[in-house]
Each structure stands twice: as structure tokens, then as C-alpha cells.
């Protein structure tokens, strides 16, 4: 596999989620869900060993679908796992 987007999780490069690719991915117990839909790229995070689907998401964010956008969701998906990962 390539290099990852980021530092913590496995996450493709934004050519990835720009073609419209959703994402799914957990480290530990931490869950998480990449959207790209209408120009925007939707997180939603939980945690637990449900899908997203029957999960309470406690946590969903909103970044424009462009490199910066997709930078900015990668940092605040980092921080939020960590913090989370302190508590």
C-alpha cells in the first residue's frame, strides 16, 4: 500500500475521496467515516463495534471538498482522536 495521508490513520490521498469514494476506517475503538458528497466532505466518528449505520455518531464535521478542506479534515480527525484517546 502507499503513503498515507496521515500521521495516524490509513487514510488514501484526496484524488481518492475527489472521484466521490466514501471511506470507512477504526483505530482501537475510535471509528470513523469519510463522505465526500456535493462539493463537501462530511466526517462522522463514533466509537464501539457497530457501523455507522446503527452507531451513535458523536462527533460529525463538515470540510470543502478541495486540498485544503481535506487537509483541515485530516488534522481535526487526528486531534479529536486524540483527544479522545487522553480522556
Request: charged share 20%; aromatic share 14%; glycine share 8%.
Amino acid at each position: 500500500m502507499g503513503t498515507s495521508a496521515s500521521e495516524i490513520f490509513d487514510l488514501r490521498n484526496f484524488y481518492f475521496y475527489q472521484c466521490g469514494n466514501i471511506f470507512t476506517g477504526s483505530l482501537n475503538k475510535f471509528n470513523y467515516k469519510i463522505i465526500p458528497k456535493g462539493g463537501e466532505i462530511t466526517v462522522l466518528t463514533w466509537h464501539g463495534m457497530l457501523c455507522s449505520n446503527l452507531a451513535d455518531i458523536e462527533h460529525e464535521e463538515k470540510f470543502p471538498l478541495t486540498q485544503e478542506g481535506f487537509d483541515n479534515m485530516i488534522k481535526w480527525l487526528e486531534t479529536t482522536y486524540k483527544s479522545e484517546s487522553t480522556n
